[in-house]
């Protein structure tokens, strides 16, 4: 594994914003917020005895674009996003690697599934992780907080649990819709390591991510403080780029300030 660069994630940027447009499908805002958090995982902690689940589906453009850049599906099948036919839908699916090992997009679930892994895993005494990205809407789910209670009690350290916490969701901000915040106090009555990062940061997600404090032997749940539309200025913080699909004009305009960056 090779160190990753604020160079890599531009370029990710750029074929991100690319796939969509061809697609001409939306979720935009979402996938870009959290695609500093794919690409370090795959890049740098996610191993081949390892488990990725992406708790919200609906940013899988980000999770395929991440896939790409570590060779395990091929740059040419981009150009297949949300076209009949093909492995690279709406929301992943399990059959895009052994390390994607469930198809996912209702929201609120995926966390279960990561859990009741690394307890598989545990049980097995095999050394696999699992690493789960979620969103910070998730947490108005019961579900979510049901799989914390059985992370904390059986303490799998095998589990990182990841919150892309972007403060929107499809209708408005998460405070104004059901607030949850600030996502690190409701997380408090747990024994869970709890770190909050920029998510944008490669430096504080890889240092919360690979420097774990001595002894410490509780899962870590590592808020990465994120800005929806990460990287294109007239996204971001805006709500409506939960949905809308970029026109030709948006797209060069995009295109040209994030090319500017690099």
Same mark, same amino acid.
């Given at each position: 594994?090779?160190?990753?660069?604020?160079?890599?994630?531009?370029?990710?940027?750029?074929?991100? %914003?690319?796939?969509?447009?061809?697609?001409?499908? *939306?979720?935009?805002?979402?996938? =870009?917020?959290? !695609?500093?958090? #794919?690409? /370090?995982?795959?890049?740098?902690?996610?191993?081949?005895?390892?488990?990725?689940?992406?708790?919200?589906?609906?940013?899988?453009?980000?999770?395929?674009?991440?896939?790409?850049?570590?060779?395990?599906?091929?740059?040419?099948?981009?150009?297949?996003?949300?076209?009949?036919?093909?492995?690279?839908?709406?929301?992943?699916?399990?059959?895009?690697?052994?390390?994607?090992?469930?198809?996912?997009?209702?929201?609120?679930?995926?966390?279960?599934?990561?859990?009741?892994?690394?307890?598989?895993?545990?049980?097995?005494?095999?050394?696999?992780?699992?690493?789960? %990205?979620?969103?910070?809407?998730?947490?108005?789910? *019961?579900?979510?907080?049901?799989? =914390?209670?059985? !992370?904390?009690? #059986?303490? /799998?350290?095998?589990?990182?649990?990841?919150?892309?916490?972007?403060?929107?969701?499809?209708?408005?901000?998460?405070?104004?819709?059901?607030?949850?915040?600030?996502?690190?106090?409701?997380?408090?009555?747990?024994?869970?390591?709890?770190?909050?990062?920029?998510?944008?940061?490669?430096?504080?997600?890889?240092?919360?991510?690979?420097?774990?404090?001595?002894?410490?032997?509780?899962?870590?749940?590592?808020?990465?403080?994120?800005?929806?539309?990460?990287?294109?200025?007239?996204?971001?913080?805006?709500?409506?780029?939960?949905?809308?699909?970029?026109?030709?004009?948006?797209?060069?305009?995009?295109?040209?300030?994030?090319?500017?960056?690099?």
């Amino acid at each position: 594994m090779r160190k990753l660069t604020v160079h890599d994630i531009v370029d990710a940027k750029v074929r991100l %914003l690319e796939m969509h447009h061809v697609a001409g499908t *939306g979720h935009i805002g979402g996938n =870009l917020s959290s !695609l500093d958090v #794919l690409m /370090l995982l795959f890049h740098e902690f996610i191993s081949p005895d390892d488990f990725f689940v992406l708790s919200k589906g609906h940013c899988a453009g980000a999770l395929y674009v991440t896939l790409s850049t570590v060779g395990i599906i091929d740059v040419e099948e981009l150009s297949t996003f949300h076209k009949d036919g093909t492995r690279l839908t709406g929301h992943p699916t399990e059959s895009l690697s052994n390390r994607i090992i469930f198809s996912t997009g209702s929201l609120g679930h995926g966390l279960s599934l990561a859990v009741g892994t690394g307890y598989a895993l545990s049980l097995a005494k095999k050394p696999g992780r699992v690493f789960c %990205l979620l969103s910070d809407g998730e947490l108005q789910e *019961g579900s979510t907080w049901e799989a =914390l209670v059985f !992370l904390n009690h #059986l303490g /799998l350290t095998n589990v990182t649990v990841v919150i892309d916490d972007n403060g929107l969701q499809g209708f408005g901000s998460t405070r104004s819709v059901a607030s949850m915040d600030p996502v690190e106090r409701r997380l408090e009555g747990f024994d869970l390591q709890r770190v909050v990062v920029n998510g944008h940061s490669l430096d504080e997600l890889r240092s919360a991510l690979g420097n774990r404090p001595h002894g410490v032997a509780r899962p870590l749940v590592l808020i990465a403080k994120t800005m929806k539309g990460n990287g294109v200025s007239f996204m971001e913080g805006k709500m409506e780029w939960h949905y809308l699909p970029l026109t030709d004009d948006e797209f060069r305009s995009a295109l040209k300030e994030l090319r500017s960056k690099i």
